[in-house]
């Protein structure tokens, strides 16, 4: 396992910034975005404890068992939170990720799965570390779960139907016909034209769960 050294990260729309104290104000905004000092089941500094948590950090960092990022919105600039690795053991080749935490209205969005992705390559790939820890608990669940982001995009494969079927057959014969009359291809293109319709017109069971999907409150 190579050093931990700071570096900066950056994808999926994140940058992960070696933390300084130049990212002291911005920090500060991130954590009075939902109160996040009040939150029991975490530990974020208040606004005035912004200098020393990250004296703290940039402690670790020296002592060799923590690597701490401030993380940035790339679209908006913003400063959305703080992550860190922790807990480094170079003999066993292992790392930790913790210490995340992320602005309210950031929580929930593609930031903390972009940042876990950012972190887990640069362990496995570029300090070839055999072990990456993710410690966390089921009261953590808001701020930390990966799997809470919301998809940009979704895609549903259609349900069984037979409409694909009779528009094989129904093509299919109008092909044949054609060979022996040219009226096949009038005669054939009507149930041809009817199939198709049939096979990609929005069925209502379908359009209703979509639509109860996007009204889901996030």
């Not at 729309?13 to 933390?19: A, N, S």
């Not at 991130?30 to 500094?45: N, S």
């Amino acid at each position: 396992m190579r050093e931990p050294r700071p570096v900066t990260l950056e994808g999926h729309g994140v940058r992960l910034e070696p933390l300084s104290q130049a990212h002291t104000q911005g920090l500060a905004a991130a954590v009075t975005d939902g109160r996040l000092w009040e939150l029991w089941f975490t530990a974020v500094p208040q606004p005035d404890d912004i200098g020393a948590y990250i004296e703290a950090a940039l402690a670790g960092q020296a002592a060799g068992h923590m690597l701490p990022w401030a993380v940035r919105d790339v679209e908006t600039g913003v400063i959305v939170g703080s992550t860190r690795y922790h807990d480094i053991v170079p003999a066993i080749d292992r790392v930790e990720i913790g210490y995340t935490w992320y602005a309210k209205r950031w929580q929930r969005s593609h930031v903390n799965t972009s940042c876990k992705l950012l972190l887990l390559a640069h362990a496995f790939d570029d300090l070839g570390c055999a072990v990456v820890g993710l410690r966390t608990d089921i009261r953590d669940v808001l701020v930390t779960h990966v799997l809470d982001a919301e998809p940009d995009h979704r895609f549903e494969f259609p349900t069984p139907s037979i409409w694909p079927f009779l528009t094989a057959l129904t093509t299919t014969a109008l092909f044949i016909g054609s060979i022996f009359t040219p009226w096949a291809v009038v005669w054939g293109a009507i149930p041809v034209a009817v199939t198709l319709i049939g096979w990609f017109w929005p069925k209502q069971g379908e359009t209703r769960r979509n639509c109860e999907r996007e009204r889901r409150p996030a």
